[in-house]
Nanobody, 116 residues
Framework: QVQLVESGGGLVQAGGSLRLSCAASGRIFTINAMGWYRQAPGKQRELVASVTSGGSTNYADSVKGRFTISRINAKNTVYLQMNSLKPEDAAVYFC??????????WGQGTQVTVSS
């Protein structure tokens, strides 16, 4: 089992920044990719950004150039630096981890609110 604990959400004005953190524990040696998804009210959960154990990253088009995902393997932690936030970025953000056997784990979610 893998446990994921997120932190760093909150309220920010449009144009501001937030940094989300996700710490993994448990069978961390099985983790391959980690990432962030988000879900706004009435919408499907969508991928925001992901990073593999080798450092390859992937971003949703809507956040490219504004968000940066990073991973410190030694700390079993993944970060999401969010800059130039827009009201449409408001959502519950979920940390996600996938093992080499394609088993997925989710964090409990952290709320990001962006005021216009």
């Amino acid at each position: 089992q893998v446990q994921l604990v997120e932190s760093g959400g909150g309220l920010v004005q449009a144009g501001g920044s937030l940094r989300l953190s996700c710490a993994a524990s448990g069978r961390i040696f099985t983790i391959n990719a980690m990432g962030w998804y988000r879900q706004a009210p009435g919408k499907q959960r969508e991928l925001v950004a992901s990073v593999t154990s080798g450092g390859s990253t992937n971003y949703a088009d809507s956040v490219k150039g504004r968000f940066t995902i990073s991973r410190i393997n030694a700390k079993n932690t993944v970060y999401l630096q969010m800059n130039s936030l827009k009201p449409e970025d408001a959502a519950v953000y979920f940390c996600h981890a996938e093992t080499s056997l394609r088993v997925a784990y989710w964090g409990q979610g952290t709320q990001v609110t962006v005021s216009s």
